[in-house]
């Protein structure tokens, strides 16, 4: 392990949730405009937008503070509740647990960068036991504060004491390996949970795509 330490996104990357969100956003959309979310609205709306841009869109115009708050947070309660009902696939990422282990072995510091917002990190700490791995006080998440990912990287970063230059970033989204590029990381791992292998590799900084953790653990390639 050459990494001084690792940052890890978490939805798509430590947890494969994508549908809970699409269903906890199409229970809004019924709510609001009593239908639900076109394939076409989910590309073009939803995927990677804000809480409070996808609450406008759905209104179809600019909203109050009082009725972001109320629907994003209904919004995410609905996704938690999915999340427990679907019991089968209410687990980390397949070798997640062991490669955190791994880590912790080595002396390795890692930590989360998560455009998630407290309630569900607390929710994901309290759920999958992180705070056996990690300390939970610094797990970057969406306070309000952070103007992007790459900002939240760099927090991360500077939580662990390391450089991104000489950190790996675990990510599963365009955009996210695009901030974490930016933000000055060039070991980036890309989690394959949207199927698109023959596009990561490509990309700046990308060193690996892996479908699970269990290929790092079986291949003794550690990050």
Same mark, same amino acid.
């Given at each position: 392990?050459?990494?001084?330490?690792?940052?890890?996104?978490?939805?798509?990357?430590?947890?494969?949730?994508?549908?809970?969100?699409?269903?906890?956003?199409?229970?809004?959309?019924?709510?609001?405009?009593?239908?639900? &979310? $076109?394939?076409?609205?989910?590309?073009?709306? !939803?995927?990677?937008?804000?809480?409070?841009?996808?609450?406008? =869109?759905?209104?179809?115009? %600019?909203? *109050?503070?009082?009725?972001?708050?109320?629907?994003?947070?209904?919004?995410?309660? +609905?996704?938690?509740? +999915?999340?427990?009902?679907?019991?089968?696939?209410?687990?980390?990422?397949?070798? %997640?647990?062991? =490669?955190?282990?791994?880590?912790?072995?080595?002396? &390795?510091? !890692?930590?989360?960068? $998560?455009? $998630?917002?407290?309630?569900?990190?607390?929710?994901?700490?309290?759920?999958?036991?992180?705070?056996?791995?990690?300390?939970?006080?610094?797990?970057?998440?969406?306070?309000?504060? +952070?103007?992007?990912?790459?900002?939240?990287?760099?927090?991360?970063?500077?939580?662990?004491?390391? *450089?991104?230059?000489?950190?790996?970033?675990?990510?599963? $989204?365009?955009?996210?390996?695009?901030?974490? =590029?930016? %933000?000055?990381?060039?070991?980036? &791992?890309?989690?394959?949970?949207?199927?698109?292998?023959?596009? =990561?590799?490509?990309?700046?900084?990308?060193?690996?795509?892996?479908?699970?953790?269990?290929?790092?653990?079986?291949?003794?390639?550690?990050?």
């Amino acid at each position: 392990m050459k990494t001084k330490g690792v940052i890890f996104d978490f939805n798509g990357t430590l947890f494969f949730d994508n549908d809970k969100h699409i269903l906890a956003w199409g229970k809004i959309s019924q709510i609001i405009r009593h239908k639900g &979310i $076109s394939e076409e609205e989910l590309h073009e709306h !939803f995927n990677g937008v804000p809480n409070n841009k996808i609450i406008a =869109y759905l209104f179809q115009k %600019a909203c *109050d503070e009082k009725t972001l708050a109320y629907y994003s947070q209904l919004k995410e309660s +609905y996704y938690r509740q +999915y999340c427990q009902e679907d019991t089968a696939s209410f687990h980390l990422v397949a070798g %997640a647990e062991a =490669y955190f282990d791994c880590l912790k072995h080595a002396n &390795i510091p !890692f930590t989360i960068a $998560s455009a $998630s917002i407290k309630e569900n990190v607390d929710f994901f700490v309290s759920s999958f036991h992180l705070d056996q791995w990690l300390d939970p006080h610094k797990i970057v998440y969406d306070d309000g504060s +952070y103007e992007n990912k790459i900002a939240m990287f760099k927090k991360a970063a500077q939580r662990l004491d390391i *450089d991104l230059q000489e950190s790996t970033i675990f990510e599963d $989204s365009l955009s996210g390996i695009e901030s974490a =590029y930016q %933000a000055g990381c060039r070991n980036i &791992i890309v989690v394959n949970s949207a199927d698109k292998k023959e596009i =990561y590799q490509k990309l700046p900084g990308v060193t690996k795509v892996i479908d699970t953790f269990e290929e790092l653990i079986d291949n003794h390639e550690k990050v």
